[in-house]
């Protein structure tokens, strides 16, 4: 088996899913361009494992006509874990069309990701909603591909769990009064966001952080892939240490088996979803 897997990851994301903070008492504040890199600094990556197609049509209804858009679009999201036939096939999709009915647009993406053997993952408990492999799940079947997992340790990976920890069933924000007013009869409260750490080595660690469900009662566990900066280097192997970061930069990240079976853990023990849908797209990659 080989050791690592090497990856190109962007410093920052244009979809804003990864950048780079600066750590203070277990706390990240983000960066300013001006900033430069620190020993203190580390890449958050709020990372996935599928995208759903109702997001991709969301973003096609709002660049319906212009195609120099739909074409960036595509690049941002794909051009990191996807095959150039792929990203080129869902380029000329996207720019090929202007009217479309969301059935059809569906239809057409579930078509393009089968041609090229994308995993796809349809959840009849959630409205029949569809999704297809992202960055995590990519990051698998790279590893399997270039021999640094096996077929044999996923299918061991797939009973972590057994105990059915469930993070986000289990803990909550919690509010609590101070006893206190400001500025005439403003009442002083202090929430309480539960915070999860799982420091897998010097390079990187995760985190799970319960926060408020945006469009939804209830509390959501979220997930976060941390890459300290001083283990990356650029692509020239010098480390980014004492400068700042350039406009759309690569950087070289080495991910061990070890490494991908902890990001996995760490999203079966967020929530029985989180759970199921990383054991399923894990079984899909490990399919004969």
């Given at each position: 088996m080989v050791g690592t897997l090497k990856y190109e990851l962007p410093l920052t994301t244009s979809t804003?899913?990864?950048?780079?903070k600066r750590r203070k008492n277990e706390f990240g504040e983000p960066l300013k361009t001006e900033d430069k890199l620190s020993e203190s600094d580390y890449i958050e990556w709020q990372i996935s494992y599928f995208m759903p197609f109702d997001t991709l049509w969301d973003k096609f209804k709002g660049i319906k006509k212009n195609k120099q858009k739909k074409k960036a679009l595509i690049e941002d999201y794909f051009r990191e874990f996807k095959p150039s036939s792929l990203i080129k096939d869902l380029i000329e999709f996207f720019e090929e069309t202007e009217e479309i009915q969301r059935k059809d647009f569906k239809k057409k993406l579930k078509e393009i990701f089968e041609k090229h053997k994308q995993i796809l993952i349809i959840k009849e408990h959630k409205d029949n909603k569809t999704y297809v492999m992202y960055e995590l799940a990519d990051l698998f079947e790279m590893a399997l591909k270039n021999n640094v997992i096996s077929k044999e340790e996923i299918k061991e990976l797939l009973g972590f769990n057994k105990e059915k920890i469930d993070i986000e069933a289990q803990y909550s924000v919690q509010r609590k009064p101070l006893n206190k007013t400001v500025s005439k009869d403003f009442e002083y409260f202090e929430e309480n966001a539960p915070l999860f750490i799982k420091r897998m080595n010097d390079k990187f660690f995760t985190e799970i952080q319960i926060k408020h469900k945006q469009r939804a009662v209830g509390y959501q566990g979220m997930v976060y892939f941390c890459i300290w900066i001083k283990s990356l280097k650029d692509k020239e192997g010098n480390s980014l240490i004492g400068r700042k970061a350039n406009p759309n930069e690569k950087v070289i990240a080495e991910l061990s088996k070890e490494d991908l079976f902890d990001i996995a853990k760490t999203f079966m023990i967020t929530s029985q979803d989180h759970d199921?849908?990383?054991?399923?797209?894990?079984?899909?990659?490990?399919?004969?």
């Open positions: 804003g899913r990864a950048r780079v199921w849908d990383m054991k399923t797209i894990l079984k899909g990659i490990i399919k004969d």
